[in-house]
């Protein structure tokens, strides 16, 4: 199977259409306490208003509304177009780009988002990096990755179900997360950038008594494509655990970093 990083998998596959991605994203509607993240961003972000906005590995675009709200003029990019194409109208100035080589001028921008993106980046130094390039002094990112504990009980269902099929491929890349870079690895990038680094952590519990929801995210995922009987058994799985103890409850877990030069 292709890796996470491979680009013409990610445009051709995984991300060729927001399917997948809202696939999984629904998982998060069972959220107890439920986390808004677009909330929780401009949040973060503070006052925007007339600030230039790239939203970097964009994908379907779910913080632009926030974002133009806030009165941000919004640059979207990612690597495919037909992500692009999935954000909701009116369409924002939108750029297909590889975050490793933005076609943006030194100093242009206020503000780089790189939420849950990283990870799919061959050399995500190399993407801060281009971050910290096009943002002015003034600037700032906001950053997000998936922290340790991320939906932990549902891998420890489907990694074993990967193996019992006699699936050998780096769980890296077949597994229901994506484990590169961990907060650790992304504060030591961006550390490396930035002068000022600051991180929260948003957990919550997912909480279904029906496997569909925990199904629908695992069959959305690589993994899915290596075995025909995979998504049975784990659908089996989880729904002999809902049996047992009246729910399946899974860990979500996102560190969110604010980063930016003194």
């Known amino acids: 199977m292709p890796d996470r990083t491979d680009s013409r998998y990610l445009v051709d596959v995984a991300y060729a259409d927001p399917s997948a991605l809202t ?72 750029v297909v780009a590889d975050a490793q ?15 849950h993106m990283l990870y799919h980046v061959p050399r995500p130094a190399l993407a801060v990096e281009e971050a910290r390039r096009v943002l002015r002094d003034t600037g700032r990112a906001l950053v997000a990755v998936n922290g340790v504990r991320h939906l932990s ?66 069959a959305s995922t690589t993994g899915a494509r290596t075995s025909p009987r995979l998504v049975d058994r784990f659908t089996a799985e989880v729904a002999s655990r809902i049996a047992a103890d009246g729910c399946f409850e899974v860990s979500t877990e996102v560190v969110m970093f604010v980063v930016g030069s003194s």
């Not at 675009?61 to 919004?74: I, M």
């Not at 690597?79 to 109208?89: K, V």
């Not at 100093?107 to 790189?114: E, I, N, R, Y």
């Open 23 to 94: 696939a999984r994203a629904a998982l998060y509607d069972f959220q107890q306490p439920r986390i808004d993240l677009q909330a929780e961003a401009m949040r973060a972000l503070g006052d925007i208003d007339g600030c230039t906005v790239v939203d970097v590995g964009c994908g379907d675009g779910r913080y632009v509304a926030d974002l133009r709200g806030a009165g941000a003029h919004v640059i979207a990019v990612d690597l495919s177009e037909g992500m692009l194409d999935g954000i909701s109208p009116p369409r924002p100035t939108a």
């Open 101 to 115: 080589h933005l076609p943006l001028a030194d100093a242009s921008v206020d503000v780089v988002l790189l939420m």
């Open 153 to 218: 009980e549902m891998n420890a269902v489907w990694v074993p179900l990967l193996e019992e099929a006699g699936v050998r491929a780096d769980v890296e890349d077949l597994g229901l997360v994506n484990p590169r870079v961990k907060a650790d690895e992304a504060r030591a990038l961006l550390s490396a950038e930035f002068d000022t680094v600051r991180e929260r952590t948003l957990a919550s519990t997912v909480r279904v008594t029906d496997p569909g929801p925990v199904v629908r995210h695992a």
